[in-house]
């Protein structure tokens, strides 16, 4: 399938981010490290043509919090609860260092899957397939982590996701085009 060119936020660093706690779909503010983190993706977008751009959000409010600070030359911010973060569950708001942790490649996807309750990987891999098949022209999105990674390996493929890192993406900005992915920072 073919995808309209994007670029993607992950929000900045929340307080629970900076605990190491997971979130989830609770919300925890963003730290001051945040705040730069979403300043910085507000730099790099206002180096960029986004002339016909739509712009896309996550309706938590550590997405929507950092779409106020690094997209004030959008028009309009939309919000979709498709855009928002992997559900974990009886492990929302526990600290990661308190659950088990496998070994493997990446232990924290692990984790997620792992979750009591959580929503798993399929049923966000379901709902970012049912949000990008509704796109219909270049768009940027704020939204969070895992549910970034999901959407760039549904756009770009498993080579999205070399080097992974649970806090990869804060204060840098993904842009997708043509099945390929560059990181901007």
Not at 24 to 44: F, H, M
Not at 109 to 124: D, H, I, R, T
Not at 145 to 171: C, D, E, F, K, Y
Request: hydrophobic residues 40%.
């Amino acid at each position: 399938m073919t995808y309209p060119e994007l670029y993607i936020l992950r929000h900045g660093q929340t307080e629970w981010n900076a605990a190491d706690r997971m979130q989830g779909w609770l919300n925890s503010p963003l730290t001051p490290k945040g705040e730069q983190d979403a300043a910085r993706q507000g730099e790099i977008l206002r180096g960029l043509d986004l002339v016909g751009f739509s712009f896309w959000c996550s309706p938590s409010g550590r997405a929507v919090q950092t779409a106020g600070i690094a997209c004030p030359m959008a028009d309009a911010i939309h919000t979709d609860l498709r855009l928002r973060e992997i559900g974990v569950g009886d492990w929302a708001g526990r600290n990661r260092s308190e659950l088990p942790m496998l070994g493997g490649p990446d232990p924290y996807m692990a984790q997620y899957e792992m979750a009591p309750n959580g929503e798993g990987l399929a049923a966000v891999e379901a709902r970012v397939a049912d949000f990008l098949i509704g796109l219909t022209g270049p768009t940027v999105l704020i939204t969070h982590g895992i549910t970034s990674r999901v959407i760039r390996n549904a756009v770009v493929g498993p080579p999205a996701l070399v080097n992974p890192s649970i806090h990869g993406g804060q204060g840098c900005v993904y842009h997708l085009k043509d099945g390929v992915q560059e990181l901007l920072i």
